[in-house]
C-alpha cells in the first residue's frame, strides 16, 4: 500500500507532514521488507531495525540515534549526508550503498559485509568496522579518528586522500587496499 495519496508533495510540503512522518515510522515498523522508501530529512530514535531488509530506499539527511539494527540489509540505498550517532549494525549486510558524507559518532559496523558501498567523505569518531568485509568499497578524502577496520577484508578499498587519526588496521590486509596513487603501503 502506499503511504500517502499526496503524490505531488514531498515531506516538507505536504499538508500534514507530522501524520506522514508517523505514518513512514509505523510503515517500517510493520514490514520486514521496504522497497522504494523516501523518507529524506527525518529522524530516527530509539528504534531496532533488526533483520529488515531495504532495497532502493533514500534516507538522504537522516538523522539517526540509538538505532540497533543487527542483521539489517540494505541494497541500493542512499544515506547521503545522514547522522549517525550511538548506533550499532553489527552482522549487516550491505552493497551497493552510499553513505556520502555522513557522520558516524560511535557506530558498529562491526561482523558486517559492506560490499561495494560508497564512503567518500564521511566522518566516524570512535566508531568500528572490525571483522567486516569492505571489499571494493571507497573511503576517498575520509575523515577517521579513533576507529577501528581490524580483522577487515579490504581488497580493492580505496582511501585516497584521507585523513586517519588513531585508526587500528590490525590484521587487515592493508596490501590489498590503495592508500594513494602510488600503490598500497600506508
Not at 523518507?39 to 530514535?45: D, E, T, V
Amino acid at each position: 500500500g502506499n503511504l500517502t495519496e499526496e503524490k505531488s508533495y514531498c515531506l516538507d510540503h505536504i499538508p500534514d507532514p507530522g501524520k506522514l512522518k508517523q505514518d513512514i515510522y509505523n510503515y517500517i515498523a510493520g514490514h520486514d521488507k521496504i522497497v522504494g522508501l523516501c523518507a529524506s530529512g527525518l529522524i530516527f530514535q530509539d528504534i531496532d531495525f533488526s533483520n529488515k531488509e531495504f532495497y532502493g530506499c533514500n534516507f538522504h539527511r537522516c538523522t539517526f540515534t540509538n538505532i540497533h539494527a543487527e542483521n539489517v540489509l540494505t541494497h541500493m540505498c542512499i544515506f547521503d549526508f545522514a547522522v549517525f550517532n550511538d548506533c550499532s549494525f553489527i552482522k549487516s549486510n550491505s552493497m551497493f550503498t552510499s553513505f556520502s558524507g555522513s557522520t558516524f559518532f560511535h557506530t558498529l559496523f562491526t561482523s558486517s559485509d559492506m560490499i561495494q558501498d560508497n564512503f567518500n567523505g564521511i566522518k566516524a569518531y570512535q566508531s568500528s568496522f572490525d571483522d567486516s568485509d569492505l571489499f571494493n568499497s571507497r573511503f576517498i578524502m575520509a575523515s577517521l579518528v579513533d576507529t577501528s577496520m581490524q580483522n577487515c577484508n579490504l581488497k580493492h578499498t580505496l582511501f585516497y586522500d584521507s585523513k586517519r587519526t588513531n585508526v587500528s588496521f590490525k590484521l587487515s590486509n592493508t596490501r590489498e587496499a590503495l592508500f594513494d596513487l602510488k600503490g598500497s603501503a600506508l
